[in-house]
């Protein structure tokens, strides 16, 4: 498969859980075209899924250079199309997808610190929660580390308040840094590390859509806009541009990307912002030197390298490697140290591809402990006729295996088991996740700032005799097994805690004064381990016993304990924590694992914890019907709260089946991500007539199943509130839903988080009756968060109240509306 192919394309930059790279001629030859070609570019925008795909392909494959993505953030404030994940973790899968993309794209992936809190109106308020001057020494550091030779703003810095605030705020940032990283004096700390650096050239990557209409492009003044083609095919890799730019751009599975190949030509346009303005208009690095020559001693190495794109054998592509042996003896003796240590990496991997030479270290378990001893397989293959002498193997401490220098004779597999004494301190888990941040921003250690992913501790040197070079290369150690369906899968070798524990529901409501079994699960992580657990829990709250006892004999066994956990009788929030003590060591992490098919196996490491309320809450009706969206945790969340959930799945929309359910609840975005509904809102519509409550979440007006989405007129639009603790104004002080079972005052809606909601209708019909207003500052008010209409004997009820982010976070006004909103037209049963 062609997409599959795509995913050697990238060269010089670790992915930590991916399989031994097996080129094919055509895509050696591709990489030998970029290891000739010294430039750089850097992409800049806020959130992965902003990028441009299409020129972060032409620039990494058209152009050659080395291309790397600055995402501020990770993500964390979207919404996941694909599970329940929300917040770090989203964060977590968000970050994968990214690398996923430039894998196929060729590009390298970088990060700030900035965490994505949510939509933001302006960047004012973005740069306030962010911490601007951390982001900005982010940005200058990304800038000085990779040296790009231009940069590409993917938003304008001109029109603050028009757009996402982390938009318009990841161009104001790129525009400012082009000339902060040429001085030393400022964020002094990056530069001693990696030196100033000052880009040639900025540009903004506009298009009509920034001008308004096709037609005002066309009239627009083009003196300062470069175009570039980037629609051309590349017969080494069997695909247009534009096709790998789709194939890229569909790795944001999360976010509902999944994008067409396109052909033909297709062409880009920036505009220039700073620097040296490109004589050749057509050629972004114009001016710029980007053969061997721009460095001291190059233009010797050019001069080998150079003859072996023109000459590359497809046949045997092993012909070229005296070549590269000699050009890579004199890259070791460059003075640039960041081309040198690039084109080295570079240089490796192409001796190794060229040479058919095979390299891999492949635990037999897949987690272990810091400081633990395990056992690993290493096959080491030669598949040329060139001599190749296996001379030594190490771990990255320095320390070396006890193995024979062996000489690999061609095509003959050489097979090793070693024992290794693993020499980690710290987990396999994000490093940005390791401490606590504020709203806005992560923490992270200095050396890792930036980093897509914490790098692979467990690593082993291979030292190499090739002709009378001596090439060094590390090979992360991977687990590998063999599934009976996929065949050979790779997974991550983790570094994992002795034991983990989680409570299972992350947010327990005690509706009434009635104590509940709560039970805590202890996951070992090594074989043969007891300990104890407690329970810590905020004061009022009576838990029993004070303490469990629990013995597992083997890794990843289970054991659940239970507690009795008794309420106080007021209203109350707090947290239960699982202390998990073995000997005199303490753990209180737990393990969570994301599993999609389209990037590698991830454990994540988290607080074990769980939120508890005392809420004092009232219902009517108990029979739920929930028809999922695009996925969220509501049902989950109302079953705390003592209603029976069931799904509905689409083909079980029926009259008969709807009538046994005293309200319905859609999904967020069920009118995007579900095509039946299209067919089936007048089964939903019949329902309510018939004296059911219909709840609709908030969809967005993109790419809608059917416009049809009530019994009466509803037109969605782009309000949002997106301050969560924006005044709430209420304008329908007597309706039902403010009153019954629970009275609703400006107290529920203290302590939201993210937001209050978004995609709120901005047009109804006149049956409809608005139940709440806000705005967020110098906006005005919008009325459309919460709608209500009878309809026949029953309520239809739109609202774009973020209810999705509020029960899962357990926020105790926002269960007591949505109680209402289910409850509506249930007086009768008081």
Request: hydrophobic share 35%; charged share 20%; aromatic share 10%.
């Amino acid at each position: 498969m062609r997409k599959i192919l795509l995913v050697f394309l990238l060269l010089s930059f670790p992915i930590i859980a991916q399989p031994p790279q097996k080129p094919t001629a055509s895509e050696i030859y591709h990489n030998l075209q970029k290891l000739n070609f010294l430039g750089s570019a850097l992409y800049i925008a806020a959130h992965p899924d902003d990028e441009n795909t299409r020129l972060i392909s032409f620039l990494a494959n058209d152009v050659k250079a080395r291309t790397a993505y600055l995402s501020l953030t990770r993500g964390d404030g979207g919404q996941n199309l694909i599970g329940p994940e929300i917040r770090e973790l989203l964060g977590v899968i968000r970050t994968q997808e990214l690398l996923a993309a430039r894998r196929i794209d060729g590009g390298q992936q970088l990060f700030t610190r900035a965490n994505d809190f949510g939509y933001s109106k302006h960047p004012d308020e973005t740069l306030k929660i962010w911490n601007k001057d951390e982001v900005l020494s982010d940005v200058v550091r990304a800038i000085r580390s990779f040296k790009p030779d231009i940069i590409v703003n993917r938003f304008n810095h001109r029109n603050p308040g028009s757009t996402h605030g982390h938009h318009t705020s990841s161009a104001m940032l790129g525009f400012e840094a082009f000339d902060l990283a040429s001085d030393p004096t400022n964020y002094s700390e990056s530069a001693k590390r990696f030196g100033v650096w000052q880009p040639k050239r900025l540009f903004f990557n506009t298009s009509w859509w920034f001008y308004g209409s096709e037609e005002n492009f066309e009239k627009a003044d083009k003196t300062n806009l470069v175009e570039v083609e980037t629609g051309n095919y590349y017969p080494s890799l069997g695909l247009s541009n534009g096709e790998i730019a789709s194939l890229s751009r569909s790795m944001h599975k999360s976010q509902g990307f999944g994008s067409t190949g396109t052909r033909g030509n297709q062409t880009e346009y920036l505009e220039f912002l700073k620097g040296d303005f490109p004589k050749d208009k057509n050629n972004l690095f114009d001016g710029i030197d980007t053969s061997w020559s721009r460095i001291e001693g190059g233009a010797a190495i050019g001069a080998i390298l150079n003859p072996l794109e023109e000459n590359f054998n497809f046949k045997d592509p092993s012909a070229m490697l005296p070549s590269l042996l000699q050009a890579y003896e004199q890259v070791k003796l460059l003075k640039n140290d960041h081309w040198r240590e690039i084109k080295l990496k570079q240089l490796e991997q192409l001796i190794l591809d060229a040479g058919g030479i095979f390299l891999e270290a492949v635990s037999v378990t897949n987690t272990i402990n810091p400081g633990q001893s395990y056992t690993v397989n290493i096959e080491a293959i030669n598949r040329s006729s060139f001599p190749v002498v296996l001379q030594a193997v190490s771990t990255t401490g320095g320390k070396k295996l006890d193995l024979p220098s062996t000489t690999l004779e061609a095509n003959e597999k050489q097979s090793f088991e070693v024992s290794i004494t693993s020499e980690s301190t710290g987990y396999s888990t994000p490093y940005w996740l390791n401490e606590k941040g504020s709203l806005g921003m992560y923490k992270a250690p200095r050396d890792l700032i930036g980093l897509p992913e914490t790098p692979a501790s467990e690593k082993l040197v291979f030292q190499l005799g090739i002709s009378r070079s001596t090439v060094i290369t590390e090979k992360n150690i991977l687990y590998k097994r063999n599934d009976p369906v996929k065949g050979e899968v790779y997974r991550p070798l983790e570094i994992l805690p002795q034991v983990t524990s989680e409570i299972p529901e992350k947010v327990l409501i005690f509706s009434n004064s009635e104590s509940r079994e709560i039970p805590v699960i202890v996951r070992a992580g090594r074989e043969n381990i007891t300990g104890t657990v407690t329970l810590q829990h905020p004061n009022g709250w009576v838990v029993n016993p004070a303490q469990h006892t629990f013995s597992l004999a083997n890794i990843g066994e289970e054991q659940t304990v239970i507690f009795t956990v008794n309420p106080p009788a007021d209203q109350s929030e707090g947290v239960l924590k699982p202390l998990v003590q073995i000997g005199d060591r303490f753990f209180d992490k737990e393990l969570i694992t994301l599993d999609y098919d389209h990037f590698p196996y991830q454990s994540v490491l988290m607080p074990s914890e769980a939120k508890i309320v005392r809420l004092n809450i009232k219902k009517e009706g108990d029979a739920i019907g929930y028809i999922n969206g695009a996925g969220d945790a509501i049902p989950e969340s109302l079953k705390q709260i003592g209603y029976e959930v069931t799904t509905i799945e689409p083909e079980e929309i029926t009259p008969e089946n709807l009538s046994r359910f005293d309200a319905i609840v859609v999904g967020i975005r069920a009118y995007n991500t579900v095509p039946e509904l299209a067919f089936k809102q007048n089964i939903l519509n019949e329902y309510v007539a018939n004296g059911g409550n219909l709840l609709l979440q908030y969809n967005t007006s993109h790419r809608l199943v059917t416009p049809d989405l009530a019994p009466y007129s509803l037109s969605l639009s782009r309000d949002r509130v997106t301050d969560e603790g924006s005044e709430v104004r209420i304008l329908a002080p007597n309706h039902p839903v403010l009153n019954y079972p629970n009275k609703i005052t400006g107290l529920d809606f203290d302590n939201w988080v993210q937001e209050r909601g978004l995609y709120f209708p901005n047009e109804w019909a006149a049956e409809f009756t608005p139940i709440l207003g806000m705005h967020d500052v110098n906006d005005p008010e919008t009325k459309g968060s919460l709608l209500v209409a009878k309809y026949g004997k029953g309520y239809y009820i739109y609202t774009g109240l973020s209810f999705f982010r509020e029960l899962p976070a357990g926020v105790p006004g926002a269960y007591r509306l949505f109680a209402n909103l289910l409850s509506l037209g249930k007086e009768r049963n008081e």
